[in-house]
C-alpha cells in the first residue's frame, strides 16, 4: 500500500551514519557519508553539462506563462542556498535526525535528484489524500489520542526543479497547514536547475 512505500522511501534516513566534509576551495565543495553502508558523496564538476541543466528547466503548468518562484515559500521559513544543503546532509542528514525531501512527483525525480534526498511528493500532501497522516508520522509526527503531536517532527529541507516551478512551495504550504512546524522546514529554491548549473552531482533511480 502507498503508506508503506511512504514509509519505506523515508526509512532512508535512518540507514545514515557517518560523514566527511571538506573543502578543497572557495569554490569547491564536497560531502562524503554512508547510507545504509554504501558510500555517497556530493561534488562538483570542473565542467558545466548542459543538457543536464536543461533539462530541468520545468516551468510548471500551473505557475502561468511567466513562472518564477517567490524567494520564501512561507513565513518563518527559511530560503537557503546550496552551501546550506552539503552542510543539512553531511552533519544532520547522515545521522538519521533530518531529511533532504524531493517534492518533485516520482516521474520527474526519474530525471536525476541530489544524492540523499527522499520523495515526497507535492500532490501527495493533501487533506484529501486518506494516507495523509501516515506520510506525516514517517516525517516523524506522533499519533496521540486522534491528534499528530510534531514535537518530534524532523527537520526538513524541501527543493523541487528550481525557481520555475512551485513544487516545494505547495509541499511546504501543505504541510504547515496539516500542523508541521515552519521552524523545522527550509526551502532550497534553486532545485535541481541551479544544482546542476554549479556543477554539482545528482543521482537517478539507477545509481
Not at 570542473?46 to 511567466?66: E, R
Not at 486518506?130 to 526538513?156: C, K, V, W
Request: with cysteine; hydrophobic share 45%.
Amino acid at each position: 500500500m502507498l503508506s508503506h512505500k511512504v514509509a519505506a522511501a523515508l526509512a532512508v534516513g535512518a540507514g545514515l551514519t557517518t560523514s566527511l566534509l571538506a573543502q578543497s576551495s572557495p569554490e569547491i565543495m564536497n560531502a562524503a557519508f554512508m547510507i545504509n553502508g554504501v558510500e555517497k558523496n556530493i561534488d562538483q564538476a570542473v565542467t558545466l553539462d548542459a543538457a543536464q541543466v536543461g533539462a530541468f528547466h520545468k516551468p510548471s503548468p500551473n505557475c502561468g506563462p511567466l513562472c518564477i518562484a517567490p524567494l520564501s515559500a512561507a513565513s518563518n521559513v527559511p530560503t537557503v542556498g546550496e552551501r546550506e544543503v552539503i552542510n543539512f546532509v553531511a552533519s544532520v542528514v547522515s545521522v538519521g535526525e533530518g531529511l533532504l525531501v524531493d517534492s518533485r512527483t516520482p516521474q520527474d525525480r526519474a530525471a536525476g535528484f541530489i544524492p540523499a534526498s527522499v520523495n515526497v511528493p507535492h500532490n501527495l500532501v493533501q487533506p484529501e489524500n486518506p494516507y495523509m497522516d501516515d506520510i506525516l508520522q514517517a516525517l516523524g509526527a506522533r499519533a496521540f489520542e486522534g491528534t499528530l503531536n510534531f514535537s518530534d517532527a524532523m527537520p526538513l529541507v524541501i527543493f523541487d526543479d528550481g525557481p520555475t516551478t512551485n513544487d516545494a512551495p505547495t509541499l511546504i504550504a501543505g504541510l504547515i497547514e496539516a500542523g508541521y512546524p515552519s521552524d523545522k522546514l527550509s526551502y532550497y529554491r534553486g532545485g535541481m536547475l541551479v544544482w546542476t548549473a554549479l556543477g554539482l552531482n545528482t543521482e537517478d533511480a539507477k545509481s
